[in-house]
């Protein structure tokens, strides 16, 4: 038993008027519904406001009842307050929806778009989309020229775009460009890295909200946000500027000058008005570098600033309004912070709503090659002239640079300064193993000083001597995970990430204390030794 076809639409306030025998030479659309021989409606649901338009709804169910005997036509009184203002339409219509009795397993049901106002043709649109209308959309046309007896054309839209294999690939390949732009154009092959910047993605193309990248210095939190602001900005979100500081550079009275503006005479200096940084954002997206150096007053003033969209500049007494998205970076732990009173709690409970943490390259050892490939695509870009490694001395970097030999403290940076140096450097444009290995020692003494001076040396002193070279060997690999881990845990799950899938229970933290403690280390001397290094 075939289903019956159930047809929603406005009454065409214009479109369905006529009077006398020449109303049959023009063409009505909810008339002309009942016309086509190959879509015969078994009911119409027209709304429209009765108290205008009753003698009007009559004419046209009258008409219709003569072009097509089996459809029946009901008439709902919707009164629109304004059929121009969108959410009284949208409150409207979704309202109606609810309390209808809709039975799909018997009827197939479709919204006429051609009537109503755009504001109405759009809320049909959306309520379809969103499925608070479990239908399709029905568009009808004119014909070129009218002539009695013929009702035009009429053509479905089904919103479900996975009947749509092309527009679903086409939707698929725009999402896979936007994460590449977010990535820079980088194959990264670290997953759970690209599972992040998938989130990132639907995070910044659907929300306005603050957003907190965390992670070690040079992890690429800066370049992150700018490609978020050049996402937002070819899908059109974000008009405005993208406006850059470093908080760890802002001190003293200049701070609250720099981000908030002040007006002239403000201070001694203020020869004249400033904007401010907040200001400059106005409609775009501003990037808080290392946001956790900043003063108190300034925490203060910025979280009204995100919360009203308007602050005090300094020395004013009239509040400026700025409407900006906030990006901010940090690599300290904030809630620590926090807990020592140096971070408001409820500025970070307002930046904390998408918090995301960028590993840094040694976490990323996957990501190296392409990174390498990228840096020095870049170089010879800049530089107008291409180098190549060969392929001896490749695969002798990579082998190194993939090694927890390599620390990576600089990340992102480390590398690209690696690649200038052996580019510059390279012979007829080819980078060879003996500039392989001068610069493989650079990095070592960057990273770890000469032999004498390794960190072990550098813990133990003396007692590093009468080790015994098994114990030396393990103790200083334990050390280096040590060092570029943020936590104890982290570098327990590093160090034990095959034997802690066997125990019933694992605590590496605890595994990992008692293995430094045979050597009378602790994690406290760890982090003291990193944070000079």
Not at 426 to 441: C, H, S, W
Not at 507 to 518: E, F, I
Request: charged letters at 30%; hydrophobic letters at 35%.
């Amino acid at each position: 038993m075939s289903k019956r076809q159930v047809i929603f639409g406005m009454l065409g306030t214009q479109l369905d008027s006529g009077s006398g025998p020449g109303r049959w030479e023009k063409w009505r659309p909810t008339v002309a519904l009942g016309m086509h021989e190959d879509f015969q409606p078994d009911r119409i649901e027209l709304m429209l406001d009765e108290r205008r338009f009753s003698r009007l709804a009559k004419l046209v169910q009258e008409d219709l009842a003569l072009v097509s005997p089996g459809t029946e036509l009901r008439l709902h009184d919707t009164y629109l307050v304004d059929p121009w203002e969108f959410e009284g339409v949208y409150a409207r219509l979704h309202d109606f929806l609810a309390s209808y009795p809709f039975q799909p397993d018997e009827e197939d049901y479709y919204v006429h778009i051609t009537t109503g106002t755009h504001v109405t043709q759009i809320c049909w649109f959306l309520l379809t989309e969103s499925r608070h209308f479990p239908g399709r959309l029905l568009q009808t046309s004119p014909p070129r020229k009218q002539a009695n007896g013929d009702p035009g054309s009429h053509t479905v839209i089904d919103l479900d775009l996975s009947r749509y294999d092309h527009i679903a690939q086409r939707f698929a390949q725009q999402q896979l460009q936007d994460r590449d732009l977010l990535k820079s154009g980088i194959a990264t092959r670290n997953p759970a890295f690209n599972r992040m910047i998938e989130q990132i993605e639907k995070v910044a193309t659907r929300s306005r909200a603050p957003m907190l990248l965390t992670g070690p210095t040079g992890a690429g939190k800066s370049q992150l946000a700018k490609r978020v602001f050049e996402l937002k900005k070819l899908k059109h979100q974000l008009p405005g500027r993208f406006v850059e500081v470093n908080c760890a550079t802002l001190r003293g009275d200049g701070a609250m000058s720099t981000l908030f503006g002040h007006t002239k005479g403000a201070y001694t200096g203020a020869s004249s008005d400033r904007a401010g940084l907040l200001r400059s954002a106005h409609q775009g997206l501003l990037f808080l570098d290392e946001i956790g150096e900043l003063g108190a007053d300034e925490q203060a003033m910025l979280l009204r600033a995100l919360e009203e969209k308007r602050f005090l500049p300094v020395g004013s007494d009239r509040e400026v309004e700025s409407d900006f998205q906030l990006i901010a970076g940090t690599n300290r732990d904030l809630q620590h912070d926090v807990r020592l009173g140096r971070f408001r709690e409820d500025l970070l409970a307002r930046l904390n709503l998408w918090t995301y943490q960028l590993p840094g390259l040694a976490e990323r050892s996957e990501d190296i090659e392409p990174n390498l490939e990228f840096e020095l695509e870049r170089w010879s870009r800049e530089q107008h002239e291409r180098v190549r490694f060969n392929a001896e001395a490749r695969s002798r970097y990579l082998t190194f640079a993939t090694s927890s030999e390599a620390a990576w403290r600089g990340n992102f940076r480390d590398l690209g300064a690696s690649v200038v140096r052996m580019a510059t450097l390279a012979n007829a444009g080819r980078i060879q193993t003996d500039g392989v290995d001068e610069e493989i020692n650079r990095l070592r003494t960057q990273w770890h000083g000469s032999d004498d001076a390794s960190p072990l040396q550098a813990l133990l002193g003396d007692a590093a001597n009468q080790l015994d070279r098994f114990d030396r060997v393990q103790l200083e690999e334990v050390v280096r995970v040590c060092l570029r881990s943020k936590t104890l845990s982290a570098a327990g799950r590093e160090l034990f990430a095959v034997s802690r899938t066997q125990r019933a229970s694992t605590n590496d933290a605890d595994r990992l204390r008692k293995y430094l403690a045979k050597f009378d280390l602790d994690w406290e001397q760890l982090r003291n030794h990193a944070t000079q290094l």
